[in-house]
């Protein structure tokens, strides 16, 4: 499996608090049968603006080298959808201010708990620059979580869909959990990730939620978000708009 949103580097923003955990969050997450992490620090939050790309990348060598070969940490991030968002975009073509997953033409990003730009707008323009945002959770942010026909649309626009692990699970609560379900049901989910910050409260790993799906939606479903859509996405290749 491929765990496309993780924050595993240390002491960057509020995942991994030192290299140890970090170091142990991969280990676990290799043990539960991830072979590739994507590193994804935040961006353009308030609290964690990180617009260092090279210190970033800095933290995934030295992590690697950490680590040895295994499990394999690629680099992204968690961008924030704020109003000068679309600049930063831009930005891609040149001197970049943030940081696409693996390099690719997909980019995580995340709207916050409250409404902030037209999430219709930002998909829009990021498409027809040639950027295919995956939406980070949407399942957990409030005033998203269950407008299907909004999410249905964004996808339409070009979006892909990224739900958590532990929402899937219940761990977060009935509202993620039955949101995750829905989007499940109307088959908009096209990445499942464990969006781990550390090792007690929000753990690495995929493998009990991939069972869950498994039972209930099918192996295709199951393989298609923890395993085929993300390997695309990190080969920066094209993905199926339904799981």
Known sequence: MIDLHTHILPSIDDGASSWDE???????????????????????????????????????????SRLGPHPRIVL????????????????????????????????????????????????????????????????CIPW??????????LVKLGALLQITAMSVLGDFGRGPRDSSHNLLDAGLVHVMASDCHNLEHR???????????????????ATAITITNPKAIINDHAVSVAA
């Not at 072979?35 to 995934?60: F, G, Y």
């Not at 930005?91 to 980019?107: C, D, T």
């Not at 998203?144 to 649309?153: F, G, I, M, T, V």
Request: hydrophobic share 45%; with cysteine; aromatic share 4%.
């Open 22 to 64: 970090s170091v142990a969050m991969c280990r676990n997450a290799a043990e539960d049968g991830c072979s590739v992490l994507v590193a994804t620090p935040h961006q353009r939050h308030p609290h964690w603006w990180n617009d260092d790309l090279a210190a970033i990348s800095r933290l995934r060598a030295e992590l690697q």
């Open 76 to 139: 992204g991030a968690e961008v924030r959808a704020d109003v000068a968002i679309l600049n930063a975009v831009d930005s891609l073509a040149g001197e970049p201010m943030i940081q696409p997953l693996a390099n690719s033409r997909y980019l995580l990003l995340e709207f916050g708990t409250e409404a902030g730009p037209e999430p219709e707008a930002v998909v829009h323009e990021m498409s027809i620059a040639g950027i295919t945002p995956v939406l980070a959770h949407p399942e």
């Open 144 to 153: 998203l979580a269950h407008d299907l026909e909004r999410l249905d649309n």
């Open 203 to 221: 753990p690495p790993g995929l493998s009990s939620a991939a069972a869950l799906i498994e039972r209930k939606y099918g192996s295709a479903t």
